[in-house]
Structures are given as C-alpha cells and as structure tokens.
C-alpha cells in the first residue's frame, strides 16, 4: 500500500466517495455534487495547504480510496481524519 497526493486529476475519486449512498450511509448520505466540488477544491487548493493533508490510498498500482487530515473549523487546535476505502477493496486491511 502506498498513499500518493491528491491532485487536481483527482476529482473523480472525492465524487465516488461523497456521492455514493453507500459509503455516506453513516455520514449522513451522499452529498450533493456541487458540494463534492467544494470539498474537493478545499482539499487540493494549495492555499489551504497548511490546514489539510490529503493523500490516495494505492494498492497495487490501483486507487483504492483516500485519507484526509484536516484542521477542524472549531476554537481548539485539534485535528480531524477521514478516510474512505471503495467498497470493493474494503475487508483488506487499508483503512
């Protein structure tokens, strides 16, 4: 398993996770697209560069999901995670 960047070619990936019933049933459910956008462009614009790490999770030459790390949006210095794995690659021990 590597992680590798998320880029700007990556759009498609964030849209697979956050629109997808499935893997948002216990987020609250898959988002709308110009929200994926949104959250994508957050990840990826160099300018919040200093507040969010994201990475694609990749198995074997193959995208398998991806893994954020952000700053939250409240009064203390914490940190939040997330990660989403594909469905077809979950039970494999990558997230």
Do not use: C, Y
């Amino acid at each position: 398993m590597d992680l590798r960047p998320l880029t700007a070619d990556d759009q498609h990936l964030i849209d697979r996770a956050l629109l997808d019933p499935g893997m948002m049933e216990h987020l609250g459910g898959a988002i709308p697209p110009e929200k994926s956008r949104k959250t994508f462009l957050r990840q990826t614009d160099p300018a919040t560069a200093d507040t969010t790490w994201a990475r694609v999770i990749v198995d074997d030459g193959v995208d398998v999901g991806t893994l954020v790390l952000w700053k939250n949006d409240h009064d203390d210095p914490a940190s939040e995670m997330g990660w989403m794995v594909f469905p077809e690659f979950q039970g494999r021990g990558l997230g």
